[in-house]
Every structure is written in structure tokens, then in C-alpha cells.
């Protein structure tokens, strides 16, 4: 996978960046995690979680002018969190470590800070800490700055000297009631020191960097000035209506980096960006966040109480993206969230490490969309699974195993067993070409029949049948050259047809042959059905009348389906409750993707997840979904179920039939034959093959045990045929039972039966992917063992 | 592997009329080989795997692979 993808998918993620208030805070103190432990009554933790960005924790948490309120999420419902009065309680009733001072390694560089405000004092700090000397010059006779300008209420003096405290156990030297300018020359720092902090009014730092009365221009991202080495900020340098405690702790930070950066003659600018106050890409959805009113302090004068604290940090919403994943089984299944996945495919992808999970991650998604939909920025995780997919195949690191059975399902359908192709009967060209597609002619073929009368019947220029699988399972296993091999073989018939409309009824096939052809030679059946009438108008019994349509994804950019299928069930008397994730924004069955054969179990979580949505009944367009739901008992029909059926003459709410892939197969071979036979008075131009001569019996069990194995009947017909014609077969004396396998593909089967008179009778039907050589090798791992 | 393995229910290769014995043969899957010992024909060589060892080990032994 490209890298260049790879970022640009991952930076469509926004989960990983902060929160409002964090990029808003100029020195990002982690307010979500504060807050979180706040909610925990973890006090101690929060308090240390401030402490990481703010080394003056008592002045600040009293005087802070807290930008990050007006970002709040909360603010609109119910009022903005009120972070400055919790990190107050954790002040106040916390214990406030001190400070500890790590220097990296000493250095020689001299700096000069001159004015000990909040920026001089952070500046002197940071740039102590990174090994520098530091001399700090103040022309008062107190360390603080503006802060002092508080009034005592606010502010008490005994805080502002606790949190300086531990400045004087530091080796930073300050020189106290010294103004650069008129008790030392300013030339005279410049002399001593290899890069200066001005921390004073730009008028005044003007003055004292070029001896003229004029402002002093400075950089606002570094803070480097027009004089070499001369850095500016603080309080000072802002106009004093906008006093930003917060805002000079910030600028004697960014001032410290570039000074550091100075000294050692690296790049000011490379890397700073998000340093200060920033706004945020990550989304957070608060339509479902109700309103809550921010907590009163009993004791007004007093602030929080810590059970009072805790109660307004509960009104954090924690914010945070997570939009797919919370509409999404399988980015849940994974426990993270895209940008972190994508990272992930991509890495192991590429060095082909670790693709344990990768390979069952990618293999888990159905390629519905969802997630794209809801995701701000369309990130798309279908995309990335597929290349990583594709990828993994063309590496021959992904098991063909895996997807064995739905491919070898697809090429069946695209044998002579089941592929077919006719003008309609009396025509030597067609106008229209409909392509059922082979799921409705496994599961429900008689709507197959009854589909083509009503085309024949409705539209002129005549109408050509297409029986055979588009390809579908081969482009969801990763298999490309199958995929498009099994499409070249389409698109030349349908062109040496004289590139009639396709009329599809599965959502699947419509999108494979739109993606492929155009936009302009497919069209649902359903649409015909609004456009020439339904062939039933009946209305169903009153009790039956509130239904819920499952949209197919595969169909989600598709609106006049949609409208189609409503269009259909209203006419046909349903009231429709739309379920809460429909048309674009519809989810998957769990057939998408084939994931069902991957991942058996998730997909019978999404399904269970799908058919819980609604109370109602189901209807779907798509065979498979209805395969799907039904199977986990939620009754829905399929919509040809209502268009076949006057629905005010019969109980419509008949049986859903499960049935088994043997019988699947079975129905698309006698649907061929049917409709070769009715339709076009043809009889089946197959020769049957010499294992279809063995008659097997089995009991229902043995039959679900077949089907759960992904066992079909011809393979079971297979296996005894090749021993009844070989002599290939092992025989066990105490009950008469023989044993034999056979391998037509990567996978073997092994059937024990016993001889009737006329049949074949199934005891045991299993199967391996493992392949047994009677050939030893030399070079043997000696890892696993049976 | 199991020494114990025996041909307790006397299977026998109905090709060569002759009782199953436990065989040395070669596993191959996902590029990766190695031995094991199954119940065999001596002359002919076709090989038994019963259902559970199939439907147990066997399929372990894949799904470790297959994840490898």
C-alpha cells in the first residue's frame, strides 16, 4: 500500500486529535482526562494530569481566563463545563507536588531573561531545564509580574508565593529591582548572553532592544524579533484588555523552544505547528448529549466542594469522533478505531508482520459504506480493506481456504450447470437483458419464472435472460484477475447482444455491472415495476399493513431503488416505518463481503444487530439479507413475495424456507432446465456428469452437518463415485461401513457410507484444507503435529 | 506422534485386501510441511483420517496456519 494512501486515509480520521477544549487551551492541558478522573472522585490523578502543563498549578487555577470555556461542547446544552473552578478544587484540596526540575544536559549557552512575569518565569524555567544558565532581570522587588494586580480575594499573596517557590531552589540566578535600560545597558546583555527573553510591553521592549521609541515587531509563531537572538512575549506585548494569564504561560514556553532552537542553530519553524491555541478537527456529535446545567457551588465564595466537582466533571461529555464505529459491528469487533486500523493494515501489509489479525480484519468488513456515510470526512474503511485484500491475495498470504466455497459457489453459478443466455423466444435481438442474478435463482426461483413472464409481457423490443453470477464473490475475496475475467465474459455476451438495458433484481449485481459498464445500462427491476404496473394490486389485511424496508447496501447509492421499493409497498397498501439506518445509510446483513464465510460469528452479530433495529416485519430486496434474517427468526419478506401475490386473497405470511447450499445448487440447475423447457421449448443441452448417476441418501441431521461443513451433494456424489469406479476405499469390518476421500480442488472431502440396494447411504461427511502427501520431504518443520 | 496409534477396528484397503498400518506422511498447508503418522495402506498407500481428527487437530492445526 502506498504510503501517500495511506496518510491521506489516515488523516481523515479525526478521532486521535484533542479535544475543543484541549486545542483551545494554549498549553493543551488533557481536560478530557482531567475531567474523567474527576468523574472517578480521582482527585490526586487529575491534579497531576494539570500539573503536566501548568508549573504554576495555584495562580493559574485562580486567575486562568479560560479559553477553553467558550469551546466547550457543552456550552449549547446546558452551559459550558466549568473547568477552571475543578482545577481549583484539585489546587485546593489536592496535594500539590513540587515541581520537579530535570535537566537534560548542561550547556554553556547563556540567556537573559528580562521581566519576571508568568511568560519570563516559564521561559527561565524550560530554558533551565534544557541545561541552559539562566539569569532572570526584574525591576521590581517581587517575581509574579501582573499577577501581583490581583486583588488578595482572588488571588491570595501566600499562593502566588507557594507555586514560586521552588524557583528558588533551582540554579536560576535572578537579579532583582534591575531595569535593563536605565541600571544596566541593554548592549551590555546583548554582550553577555547568546539570546535574550524580553518579556515586557513591545513599546518598551523597542526601547530596550534599539534604544529608539518605537514597537518591537515580532514573529508571531517564534517570537524572534527584528533583533538577532532578541525574543519577545508575555502579558506585555498584548493589549491589556485581553490579559491572558494562560496565554503569557504559553508564550514563554514557545519563546523557550525557539531560544533553545536558537542557541543550538537549529530550524525555529520546523515542526511547530498546533504549539499554541489551535481549533480542532475532531467531530463530536451531540445530538443525543442532553441538557445539563452546570453544578452550583454551595459555598459561593468557596468554589467546589470535592463531591461538587466530581458532579460537574460528570457533565464532561468526553468528547470524542468514534461516528463509524459506533454505527459499525466490525470496527467495533476491533476494539479501536480507523485511523489506528488503517495504520495497522498498512504496516503489516506492507512488511508482511503481524497480518495475523489483518488478515481477519480485512476480511471482516462487508463493504457497506456505513461508515463512510457517517464518518465527516468519508473515510471509507471498505476501501482500505479491499487493497489491503487485494494485496494480501496477489502475496499468496491470504488462505484461499477462506473463500473457497463462495467462489467455487460463483463459478458453479457461471458453469453450464447454470449460465444461460437467450434472446426472448421468437426474437433475434433484445431490447432489454434480465439478469435475476444467481441468489434469487438458488433461494426463490419460481419469482425468477414469474419475473420474465411480467418482462416479457410489459416491455417491446424484446427481452434476453441472463442466468449466472457477476462476479461478486471474487471482488469481495481480493481474487481481481477472477473478478475480471468472470466480467469479461459478461460484458462480451451482453455486447455480441447488442448492449441491451440490464434489468436486475439484486442490488449486488446492479452495482458490479454499473461500476463496470455505466451508469446508463442498468436498471432495477423495481423501477420497471413502478414504471408499467405491479401484476397483483391487492392490499394486505389491516394487521399486516406497518412494515420496515431493510435496504440493501449494496444498493445505498442508489435513491431511485429506494423509491422504487417505497413506491411498490405503499401502492401496495403498507404503511412504512422507516428503520433508523435506511437508504444511503443502510447496514449490511453480513453476506457483504463474504464475511460470513470469514467470520462466521460477526456476522451473526450484525445481523442480530440488523433485525433488532425494529419490532416490525422486514421487507428487503435483496435474497441474501432475507436468507440472513430469517435464519436468526426475523420474519421478512421479500418484496417479489408481495408483487407475486394479490395479497387480499391469500394468508401471504406463509413459510420461509431454509434452504440448504445443496438444495440452492439443485434449484439453479432445475430452473435452467424449466425455463429452457417452458419458456423456450428446449431441452437441456448438459450432458449429466457420471457422479450425478450415484443416489445418496441421508438423514436431516446428516444433511445440516453438511450444510454447517460446507458440504454439497455433488461433492458427497463426487467422493463415492470416484471409490465405487477406483476400488478407492478403506472398508470397516464391524459395521459394514466404507470410508473414501477426494481432493477436486484445495480442499478434501471424506464421506463414510454404507451400500444399499439402490443408493448410497451418508454416515459421516467432513472435510480438510490440510494436504496429505505419502512422499516425505527432507526439510521438514517439525512446528505442528497431528 | 502418538506410537499408540493402531489399527484397532481392522480397517482395511479394500484395493489391496490388506489391513491399514500407521504410516509415516507429510502434512503440506500455506507453504508449511512437516510429518505426521496416519493409519495407511502398506502397498498402496491410501491414507484414513478419521472425522475427529479432522474435524479437531486437523483444523487447529489450519486455522493456526492460515493465521500465521
Redesign the interface.
Known amino acids: 500500500m502506498k504510503r501517500t494512501e495511506i496518510r491521506a486515509y489516515e488523516d481523515r480520521c479525526t478521532q486521535s486529535d484533542p479535544p475543543a477544549c484541549e486545542s483551545r487551551c494554549p498549553v493543551h492541558v488533557d481536560v478530557k482526562q482531567m475531567m474523567l478522573h474527576m468523574q472517578k472522585g480521582e482527585l490526586e490523578e487529575a491534579l497531576r494530569v494539570y500539573q503536566k502543563k501548568i508549573p504554576f498549578p495555584r495562580i493559574i487555577s485562580s486567575v486562568c481566563d479560560q479559553p477553553c470555556q467558550d469551546v466547550c461542547m457543552r456550552k449549547e446544552m446546558g452551559g459550558s463545563l466549568q473547568i477552571r473552578e475543578i482545577e481549583k478544587t484539585c489546587t485546593t484540596l489536592g496535594i500539590i507536588a513540587t515541581k520537579k526540575i530535570r535537566i537534560f544536559k548542561k550547556t554553556d549557552h547563556r540567556v537573559a531573561v528580562i521581566g519576571a512575569g508568568l511568560s519570563g518565569l516559564t521561559a527561565a524555567l524550560l530554558l533551565y531545564e534544557k541545561g541552559h544558565v539562566v539569569h532572570v532581570y526584574e525591576k521590581k522587588a517581587e517575581i509574579g509580574g501582573q499577577i501581583r494586580g490581583f486583588s488578595s480575594e482572588r488571588l491570595p499573596k501566600q499562593l502566588i508565593d507557594e507555586d514560586f517557590d521552588f524557583l528558588k531552589s533551582t540554579g536560576i540566578q535572578f537579579f532583582m529591582g534591575c531595569e535593563i535600560g536605565r541600571d544596566k545597558p541593554f548592549d551590555t546583555i546583548i554582550d553577555a548572553y547568546d539570546a535574550v527573553f524580553l518579556g515586557m510591553g513591545t513599546m518598551q521592549a523597542g526601547m530596550v532592544a534599539t534604544g529608539k521609541t518605537q514597537s518591537l515587531e515580532i514573529d508571531l509563531q517564534t517570537l524572534s524579533t527584528e533583533v538577532s537572538g532578541v525574543f519577545a512575549g508575555g502579558s506585555m506585548t498584548r493589549n491589556q484588555a485581553d490579559y491572558s494569564p494562560i496565554t503569557s504561560i504559553a508564550e514563554g514556553r514557545s519563546a523557550a523552544i525557539s531560544i533553545d532552537r536558537f542557541v543550538k542553530k537549529v530550524s525555529l519553524t520546523e515542526g511547530r505547528h498546533h504549539e499554541g491555541a489551535y481549533k480542532t478537527r475532531l467531530y463530536t456529535n451531540i445530538q443525543s448529549v442532553e441538557h445539563w446545567a452546570p453544578v452550583p457551588p454551595v459555598d459561593e465564595g468557596g468554589g467546589y466542594s470535592a463531591d461538587e466537582a466530581a458532579a460537574e466533571a460528570a457533565r464532561c461529555i468526553q468528547c470524542e469522533c468514534m461516528e463509524c464505529v459506533k454505527s459499525c459491528k466490525f470496527l467495533q469487533s476491533y476494539g479501536s478505531y480507523p485511523k489506528k486500523y488503517v495504520r495497522e493494515i498498512a504496516n503489516n501489509v506492507n512488511i508482511m508482520m503481524g497480518i495475523r489479525q489483518t488478515k481477519h480484519m480485512v476480511n471482516s468488513c462487508t463493504y457497506c459504506g456505513l461508515c463512510e456515510e457517517r464518518c465527516p470526512n468519508a473515510l471509507n474503511m471498505g476501501e482500505v480493506c479491499a487493497t489491503a485484500k487485494e494485496e494480501l491475495v496477489a502475496k499468496n498470504a491470504m488462505p484461499e481456504a477462506i473463500h473457497d466455497f463462495p467462489i467455487r459457489d460463483m463459478q458453479f453459478s457461471n458453469s453450464d450447470y447454470f449460465q444461460l443466455f437467450r434472446h426472448q423466444p421468437g426474437m433475434k435481438s433484445s431490447q432489454y437483458m434480465f439478469y435475476p442474478g444467481c441468489q434469487i435463482a438458488a433461494l426463490a426461483p419460481e419469482h425468477v419464472m414469474k419475473a420474465y413472464e411480467y418482462l416479457t409481457t410489459h416491455l417491446a423490443g424484446g427481452v434476453g435472460l441472463y442466468l449466472g453470477c457477476c462476479g461478486a464473490p471474487a471482488a469481495w475475496a481480493g481474487r481481481d484477475p477472477l473478478f475480471k475475467n468472470t466480467l469479461e465474459i459478461f460484458t462480451k455476451t451482453w455486447e455480441e447482444a447488442g448492449k441491451p438495458l440490464i434489468i436486475t433484481a439484486c442490488s449486488t449485481c446492479h452495482k458490479i455491472f454499473k461500476e463496470a459498464l455505466s451508469d446508463h445500462v442498468v436498471q432495477s427491476i423495481w423501477e420497471i415495476y413502478c414504471q408499467r404496473g405491479l401484476p397483483f394490486q391487492g392490499t394486505p389485511a389491516g394487521h399486516h399493513r406497518k412494515i420496515s424496508i431493510h435496504d440493501a447496501c449494496t444498493a445505498k447509492n442508489e435513491p431511485r431503488v429506494h423509491q422504487a421499493v417505497r413506491h411498490i409497498l405503499i401502492s401496495k397498501g403498507f404503511e412504512i416505518q422507516e428503520l433508523p439506518f435506511s437508504g444511503e445509510k443502510s447496514k449490511c446483513c453480513g453476506y457483504g463481503g463474504l464475511v460470513s464465510f470469514a467470520n462466521r460469528q460477526l456476522a451473526q452479530e450484525m445481523v442480530a444487530d440488523r433485525i433488532g433495529e425494529s419490532q416490525q416485519d422486514y421487507i428487503v430486496y435483496c435474497q441474501m439479507c432475507h436468507d440472513y434474517f430469517s435464519k436468526q427468526g426475523k420474519t421478512c419478506w421479500h418484496i417479489f413475495d408481495l408483487i407475486h401475490r394479490d395479497l387480499s386473497q391469500e394468508d401471504w405470511r406463509g413459510e420461509s424456507n431454509q434452504l440448504t447450499f445443496s438444495q440452492r445448487h439443485e434449484n439453479r440447475i432445475k430452473l435452467k432446465q424449466r425455463l429452457l423447457k417452458e419458456v423456450w421449448r428446449d431441452d437441456m443441452d448438459r450432458q449429466p456428469e457420471d457422479h450425478e448417476s450415484i443416489v445418496v441418501r441421508f438423514s436431516p441431521k446428516m444433511e445440516q452437518v453438511m450444510n454447517d461443513r460446507l458440504i454439497l451433494l455433488s461433492d458427497i456424489q463426487q467422493v463415492i463415485y470416484h471409490a465405487e469406479t477406483t476400488n478407492n476405499k478403506i472398508y470397516h469390518p464391524n459395521n459394514n461401513h466404507y470410508t473414501a476421500k477426494l481432493r477436486p480442488g484445495i480442499i478434501t472431502y471424506w464421506v463414510e457410507y454404507s451400500i444399499e440396494e439402490t443408493s448410497f447411504l451418508v454416515h459421516k461427511a467432513y472435510s480438510h484444507r490440510l494436504e496429505i502427501n505419502r512422499q516425505v520431504k527432507e526439510n521438514e518443520h517439525r512446528k505442528y503435529s497431528l | 506422534?502418538k506410537e499408540e496409534l493402531k489399527n484397532e477396528?481392522?480397517?482395511?484397503?479394500?484395493?489391496c485386501h490388506v489391513l491399514?498400518e500407521p504410516?509415516?506422511?507429510?502434512?503440506?498447508?500455506?507453504?508449511?510441511?512437516?510429518?505426521?503418522v496416519?493409519l495407511?495402506?502398506p502397498r498402496?498407500?491410501?491414507?484414513?483420517?478419521p472425522?475427529d481428527?479432522?474435524?479437531g487437530?486437523?483444523?487447529e492445526?489450519?486455522k493456526?496456519?492460515?493465521?500465521?
Not at chain 2, 493456526?64 to 500465521?68: C, I, R, V
Open positions: 506422534m477396528d481392522g480397517l482395511t484397503c479394500v484395493k491399514l504410516r509415516k506422511v507429510h502434512i503440506t498447508y500455506m507453504k508449511s510441511t512437516f510429518p505426521a496416519l495407511a495402506c498402496c498407500q491410501e491414507v484414513y483420517v472425522e481428527l479432522a474435524m487437530k486437523m483444523l492445526v489450519e493456526t496456519l492460515e493465521d500465521k
